[in-house]
Nanobody, 131 residues
Framework: AQLVESGGGLVQPGGSLRLSCVASGLTLDYYAIGWFRQAPGKEREGVACTSGSDSSDGSTYYLDSVKGRFTISVDKAKNTVYLQMKRLKPEDPAVYYC??????????????????????WGQGTQVTVSS
């Protein structure tokens, strides 16, 4: 099973990016899946997590600082999870990762630095916000 992130890059403050996470060898239906980020010198944090089976079931979680700006979505036909990021701010730059785990999305997002997600981290994709 593998999750591969892409879509990062350099964007000006206020700009937008869409990150993609393609899942292979697994069925998203069985998991909560989410986006996490880690900036230099900081702990990894859960940004947005949702149900892999139904991202509109009301269980989607967002970190407070990204609410209203970021949107997580799942394309089950493509086995892909997206993170649409708008109005990017100077505090958003980080390496962004996707990960999955069994559980409630909010709990999975809050488990960024626990044993729940040990071994889940791939290469990630770098997001840089700079003018």
């Amino acid at each position: 099973a593998q999750l591969v992130e892409s879509g990062g890059g350099l964007v000006q403050p206020g700009g937008s990016l869409r990150l993609s996470c393609v899942a292979s060898g697994l069925t998203l239906d069985y998991y909560a899946i989410g986006w996490f980020r880690q900036a230099p010198g900081k702990e990894r944090e859960g940004v947005a997590c949702t149900s892999g089976s139904d991202s509109s079931d009301g269980s989607t979680y967002y970190l407070d600082s990204v609410k209203g700006r970021f949107t997580i979505s799942v394309d089950k036909a493509k086995n892909t999870v997206y993170l649409q990021m708008k109005r990017l701010k100077p505090e958003d730059p980080a390496v962004y990762y996707c990960a999955k785990a069994v559980g409630v999305p909010a709990d999975v997002c809050r488990a960024a630095n626990t044993r729940t997600l040990v071994g889940s981290w791939g290469q990630g994709t770098q997001v840089t916000v700079s003018s």
